[in-house]
């Protein structure tokens, strides 16, 4: 990263603290937008992009996929392939006479189920299904979370550049106004080098700004996977979110409904059931079915079929459904402690976006329009001869402060905004 003034800072930081460098995205795609293309990308656009190329939710989308196959085994009617043996040897009689024959034996086997193991097994990897798509939805959501962040830490570093700009037209009238004034002899050369400083200073800050604003639509690129040339245009208007807050009440029953992590946990919960289940019915006995032919001497062929039962006597599951037990008190476990820690985020994210709009509130009410009309009644005063440059100069800086603390309040509150629907689930 460079290095960047302060100022330039507080521009950029929305975007270095909510969206961190992921190239990978681009790379892992299969497909990947024409370079040199122009997208035009609202903020629920770039969401959804950003949900689609994230590694991390590609990933877990491809293990829900894993976790859908095991439905396949799960499914199957018999549980084992039958078994198929054939014996050959002599058959010696002692006689008399004696005699020696060929024998033949062959044996035919296939295990059954009768408790219903099938159905659940597969109800076990329904609730793995369950678990695994809890998960992916997490990913997406965090996802999600990251691509409004980068698309309005994109808006809030143009903004930041044209507001520079604007302040670096206005002092270059000033200097404009201070040459000629000078050279009517109505001011002085200590007013002109004034202004051409205060131009040069301001100008230095627009490139800071020029930087910072590249690097933002860069990171926005690589988080939704365009090419490095693409023109991205941004289409929806920057101003603070519309939704009202919801009552902390509220906020903490809608996350405890929606969040995926403790959808995951509940599936988990769900599926670690399914597999005591399991485990209990496969420790009733799977009798095996078998037919045998045996032919010892010529004319003489015997076939039986029987029926063999496992006893469950030394192993019935103990082991497996101890170790499934321990578990689900596991789970449990994480389970309260996630719900706690989903309640203290919203509650802090919940503050957050409480307190940043009303920063945001007294930005637009009262410190904007005072800033703006001071300089512009201090500007009109010097140009009537009542004030000197000097006052002109400070009020240029409180004007160009005051903007830039506004967009860095509106930078805040978005990000406090886009945390509370992350901790409250929203997708």
């Not at 490095?228 to 902390?248: E, F, I, M, Q």
């Not at 599926?271 to 289940?277: G, K, M, Q, R």
């Not at 079929?305 to 321990?326: C, E, F, K, S, T």
Request: charged residues 30%; glycine residues 6%; neutral net charge.
């Amino acid at each position: 990263m460079h290095r960047r003034s302060r100022r330039a800072k507080g521009a950029a930081t929305f975007v270095w603290a909510l969206v961190p460098a992921t190239l990978l995205s681009y790379c892992c795609l299969g497909s990947t937008p024409a370079r040199g293309e122009t997208v035009a990308l609202d903020i629920d656009e770039a969401a959804r992009r950003a949900a689609e190329a994230s590694p991390v939710a590609r990933r877990a989308r491809a293990q829900r996929g894993s976790v859908e196959a095991r439905r396949v085994e799960a499914g199957l009617l018999l549980p084992s392939n039958p078994v198929a043996s054939f014996e050959l040897g002599p058959t010696r009689t002692d006689g008399p006479p004696k005699r020696e024959d060929l024998g033949v034996a062959a044996r035919l086997e296939q295990t059954i189920e009768i408790a219903g193991q099938r159905g659940t097994r597969q109800a076990e990897v329904e609730r793995a299904v369950d678990a695994a798509g809890a998960r992916a939805r997490l990913a997406e959501v965090e996802a999600r979370a990251r691509g409004r962040a980068a698309y309005v830490a994109a808006q809030l570093a143009d903004a930041q550049l044209e507001a520079a700009r604007r302040r670096e037209a206005l002092v270059t009238q000033l200097e404009a106004s201070v040459r000629t004034r000078v050279s009517m002899g109505a001011a002085s050369d200590i007013d002109l080098r004034l202004a051409t400083l205060e131009r040069g200073r301001i100008e230095r800050e627009r490139h800071e700004f020029v930087q910072a604003a590249g690097d933002a639509l860069a990171e926005l690129r690589a988080l939704l996977a365009l090419p490095p040339d693409a023109t991205v245009t941004l289409t929806t208007a920057l101003a603070a979110p519309a939704r009202p807050l919801p009552t902390l009440a509220d906020a903490i029953a809608r996350a405890v409904e929606r969040r995926a992590d403790l959808q995951a946990l509940d599936a988990d919960r769900s599926e670690l059931d399914a597999s005591i289940v399991r485990l209990r019915r496969e420790a009733v006995p799977s009798p095996t079915l078998f037919l045998d032919v045996e032919r010892d001497r010529p004319g003489e062929t015997f076939m039986r079929g029987g029926l063999a039962l496992p006893l469950p006597v030394w192993r019935r599951q103990q082991g497996a459904i101890a170790i499934a037990r321990a578990e689900q008190a596991r789970v449990d476990v994480e389970r309260t402690l996630a719900t706690r820690e989903v309640a203290l985020q919203v509650d802090q994210a919940l503050r957050a976006a409480t307190t940043r709009g009303a920063q945001v509130a007294v930005n637009e009410a009262a410190i904007l329009p005072s800033a703006d009309e001071a300089l512009d009644l201090l500007t009109q005063g010097w140009r009537a001869g009542k004030f000197d440059l000097f006052r002109i100069i400070q009020a240029s800086r409180e004007s160009g402060d005051a903007h830039r603390h506004a967009l860095e309040d509106l930078g805040r509150l978005w990000e406090a905004r886009i945390e509370l629907d992350r901790a409250m689930g929203t997708p």
